[in-house]
């Protein structure tokens, strides 16, 4: 948006002012030098641990060459890792600062523990694992136009009305949580196909089979983590993604929004009463449901609503992501729990919505417990970006503070913003259940 013109807005609609400054501070300029973002581009050169290799991670290499500062403080200067600062990495740097082809190292995030690998840089045609969170990502980070074929099950399938393009494309495989070579090799033959994009957990392209076999096909293998929660460490991720693919302009734009939210609800919640939450994939199955617990990221989602979980890892010690809740358990009404937030995926997006059936199944079983005797039992979505997620959360836990139509709001501007070729009836869609909208 032209400054002058958006310089005027603000002098006559006093009311945004603060959002048009914070729009004035995002991206759009040729470096993103002036954007609040405090993530970390995990790639080597990236000496200052900004989110970006620019001339100012030259500098800093080419004084630790002169010996003008010490390289234990820089420990990104290595660019091309080899164990050693020289002019070899300030010539790397400089090659990437020009856009030429070149090889450069990175941290792919793991489960078992993140490493560091070499990939051909730019990327240019990819091949990936298509879960929800892997497309919101790729999304988000401006590349799906250069990615080629996708992973899911029948059950899992990209939605169209979000996901046009992504929904276009048949599965490499039968399953979003698998990459198998096989498959993949016609695909990586008629795109020519450099890497495969793939989430951390381990299995999903197994570091000793599957990703060795990728990279003996010269294909490389490149693991984030698309379901972070935090701000920084997704950012972090799709930042990589950004760098990877040269779409780190886009990067910085969703970045910045995404900060301002988040420092948003934040800054919103300061001196609130803390309630305490648990939250469930939404789904009774067999008369039980899967209450999140300590590394799922449907914690996170609450947590970043500003919601106290209410079964930490001291109640759940043996469980890493969660717990069975029978419909005959008791247990849970030991806990002081204020709110339930069941995160449900499946057909927001669509207008076919069955308010009742969704509720029961998503919360009937808690029925039991005071929070859902009191009303304080809801179900967001669950198919949206993560940010949006959070938002929904936070109106949730604290309708006081935060309303359905602030979060649809901020769910249409992310749309709008980074979306626009998306068409949606947003005038009946909604994107909460609670008791007052059951029949």
């Known amino acids: 948006m032209d400054k002058t013109k958006l310089i005027a807005v603000v002098v006559v609609i006093i009311i945004v002012v603060a959002a048009a400054a914070i729009v004035l501070t995002r991206g759009g300029s040729d470096s993103g030098d002036d954007a609040n973002i405090d993530a970390e ?6 000496a200052d641990g900004n989110y970006t290799i620019d001339r100012n991670d030259l500098s800093i290499i080419n004084d630790i060459v002169a010996g003008n500062l010490d390289a234990s403080d ?6 091309n890792y080899d164990g050693a600062i020289t002019q070899a990495d300030a010539d790397l740097v400089q090659s990437i600062i020009n856009g030429e082809p070149c090889t450069v190292y990175h941290y792919n995030t793991c489960t078992t523990g993140d490493y560091v690998v070499d990939t ?9 694992t298509g879960a929800s969170n892997m497309l919101w990502i790729m999304t988000m980070a401006g590349m799906d136009g ?10 899992s399938s990209p939605d169209p009305t979000i996901f046009p393009e ?8 039968g399953s979003s949580t698998k990459l198998p070579v096989d498959n993949a090799s016609s695909y990586i033959s008629k795109y020519d196909v450099t890497a495969v994009v793939a989430d951390k957990t381990a299995s999903t392209v197994d570091k000793g089979t599957v990703e060795v076999q990728y990279e003996s096909m010269g294909v490389d293998v490149i693991r984030v983590n698309p379901a972070a929660v935090d701000v920084d460490e997704f950012c972090s991720e799709m930042f990589l993604l950004g760098f990877l693919f040269q779409t780190e302009d886009y990067c910085i734009d969703v970045a910045q929004w995404w900060t301002n939210l988040q420092d948003e609800i934040d800054s919103k919640l300061e001196g609130v009463d803390k309630r305490t939450v648990i939250t ?19 914690v996170d989602v609450v947590k970043a609503a500003g919601g106290i979980y209410a079964l930490g890892d001291e109640v759940l010690t043996d469980y890493t992501s969660g717990v069975y809740f029978n419909e005959n358990d008791t247990w849970l009404y030991q806990y002081d729990i204020d709110c339930i937030v069941s995160i449900k995926t499946n057909d927001w997006y669509s207008g076919t919505v ?3 059936e969704k509720y029961e199944t998503s919360l009937g079983i808690f029925s039991n417990t005071q929070a859902y005797q009191n009303g304080d039992a809801k179900v967001i979505v669950g198919d949206a970006p993560i940010p949006i997620r959070v938002a929904y959360a936070a109106v949730a836990l604290y309708p006081e503070v935060f309303t359905e139509e602030w979060a649809d709001q901020v769910h249409q501007e992310f749309f709008g913003k980074f ?21």
């Open 41 to 46: 581009l995990r790639v080597f050169g990236n």
């Open 354 to 356: 069955d308010n009742d």
């Open 74 to 79: 820089y420990p990104m200067a290595d660019a």
């Open 419 to 439: 979306l626009s070729d998306v068409d949606l009836d947003w005038d009946n869609l909604y994107f909460m259940i609670d008791q007052s909208m059951l029949s």
């Open 280 to 298: 469930c994939n939404g789904s009774v199955s067999n008369g039980r449901i899967w209450i999140s617990a300590g590394t799922s990221d449907y």
């Open 146 to 155: 250069m990615v080629h074929g996708i992973t899911y099950s029948a059950s």
């Open 166 to 173: 992504f929904s276009k494309m048949e599965s490499i495989g």
């Open 120 to 128: 051909k840089w730019p990327v240019k045609s990819a091949l990936a």
